[in-house]
């Protein structure tokens, strides 16, 4: 599928949900608001009747909600708790209205408290009979109103709205998995590109050194032609080289592949770190001497050594290098340091090379990833070496980060535990 393919399929999937999903929370807030409507009638017409009843000579004034869960009757006249109790009960059963709630009786003038119960449900009527064991008092004559709260009037309603809770997160689960689905795609495609990027440079890396031994054998072959001995030893070892470079290509892509299979097993020994870097750096030392790089060591730790695989390291620490000194293109300058830390080892390798743009950095630990460089490819690799240091490294427990600014230079910090 081409990318613009994918593009268009996103965009409109992601329009779809989007509306649906819209539609969707506009029914909810609508169907919650008329829930609402019909509970607070229920209450008001429920709290009047009891006014009616509490009291049948007075005009009942409509009841007034205060809050949203709060309901005040203005009796004006005297309440007796206990019949209060009674009626709330009998008419909120009535009502179906199943909801904890608390109820209050106020002095008329001065809204002062004179009674309050709370009582845990109404549509079980058998409850009834448990108010009696509560004292309730007889307000004394005088005028009174009586209030009435809901402390969980909204998980109430939404209780009842059941369907469309359940209908909503169908829909949100449709939606994660749309989005899921998306990302692995995505991923997918990136691992695909990827890896016809790997094939083509693959395929261009290893052509170089056969061409080249094809050509160094093809001027051995000719035996009579009057070749000295110096440069059949020349052909002889440009042939040997290449051979090696060929060798070394393989190894990588073969180790890699081993690494991602997950077949890796560490031999580790007890190792300094110090010499490891030596060792990386004297395989390093050709190419550094014919650019005339400079290489800067502060290797600060006093503690140096720590379990590892000294043959995997060497080649994580080599990757490093290797890098600092491929992606420099004025002369290499390369500062290698080292500090402790309380549980560990910082290995920090620093060059004044191109530097790693900002919103590159997060894939260069990626399987074949090469920083895009336009057509130019003055400098071959396959993409492997840095996701083959964060492989080695995390087996180690240890952790790899990057800081660079581009045509500043980048420095990679490798932080190892002294045991893993
Ligand atoms: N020190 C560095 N300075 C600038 N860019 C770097 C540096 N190290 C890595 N990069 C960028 O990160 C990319 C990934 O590096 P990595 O070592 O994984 O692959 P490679 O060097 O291209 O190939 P390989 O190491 O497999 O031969 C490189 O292509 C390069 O663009
Ligand atoms: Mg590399």
Not at 60 to 67: A, F, G, N, R, S
Not at 82 to 105: C, K, V
Not at 149 to 154: D, I, L, N, Y
Not at 400 to 415: A, D, I, L, M, P
Request: proline share 3%.
């Amino acid at each position: 599928m081409s990318r613009r393919k994918i593009r268009i399929i996103i965009v409109l999937a992601t329009v779809a949900l989007g509306g649906l999903l819209t539609v969707q929370l506009l029914w909810l807030n609508k169907a919650f608001k008329s829930e609402e409507k019909e509970f607070n009638l229920a209450v008001q017409v429920a709290m009047s009747q009891t006014v009616q009843q509490l009291n049948p000579v007075i005009t009942v004034k409509p009841i007034k909600q205060l809050t949203s869960s709060f309901f005040l009757a203005e009796v004006n006249a005297p309440v007796k708790a206990q019949e209060l109790d009674t009626l709330l009960r009998q008419e909120f059963a009535r009502r179906h209205l199943s909801i904890p709630y608390e109820y209050g009786i106020l002095n008329a003038e001065d809204d002062t408290l004179v009674f309050g119960n709370y009582v845990p449900a109404t549509l079980k009527l058998k409850q009834v009979a448990n108010y009696q064991e509560v004292t309730i008092q007889t307000a004394p004559s005088g005028h009174y109103n009586f209030v009435v709260a809901f402390p969980t009037k909204t998980t109430h309603i939404l209780s009842e709205m059941q369907l469309w809770l359940y209908s909503t997160l169908a829909l949100l689960i449709v939606i994660v998995f749309f989005a899921y689905t998306l990302h692995s795609i995505l991923q997918e495609k990136r691992l695909s590109e990827l890896k016809a990027d790997f094939i083509n440079n693959m395929t261009h890396e290893l052509q170089t050194p056969i061409t080249n031994i094809a050509i160094a054998s093809e001027i051995l072959k000719n035996v009579d032609s009057n070749l000295s001995a110096a440069k059949a030893q020349r052909y002889h070892q440009i042939i040997f080289q290449e051979n090696e470079r060929l060798k070394s290509q393989v190894e990588q892509v073969l180790q890699m592949a081993e690494l991602e299979r997950k077949a890796m097993s560490l031999n580790k020994t007890s190792i300094n770190v110090h010499q490891l870097l030596q060792d990386s750096l004297q395989r390093l030392s050709l190419r550094l001497q014919k650019r005339s790089g400079q290489v800067t060591c502060c290797l600060n730790a006093e503690k140096a050594t720590i379990e590892a695989d000294s043959l995997h390291l060497t080649n994580a620490l080599y990757n490093l290098l290797d890098n600092a000194e491929k992606y420099s293109p004025q002369t290499p300058n390369i500062q290698i340091s080292t500090r402790n830390y309380q549980q560990g080892i910082l290995i920090s390798i620093a060059d004044k090379g191109q530097g790693i743009r900002k919103e590159v950095q997060q894939f260069i630990f990626d399987t074949f990833y090469r920083v895009p460089s336009g057509n130019i490819h003055n400098v071959r690799g396959f993409g492997l070496g840095l996701s083959y240091v964060k492989n080695i490294i995390q087996a180690h427990q240890g952790s790899v980060r990057v800081k660079s600014q581009e045509n500043q230079g980048s420095c990679f910090e490798v932080y190892l535990p002294f045991r893993a």
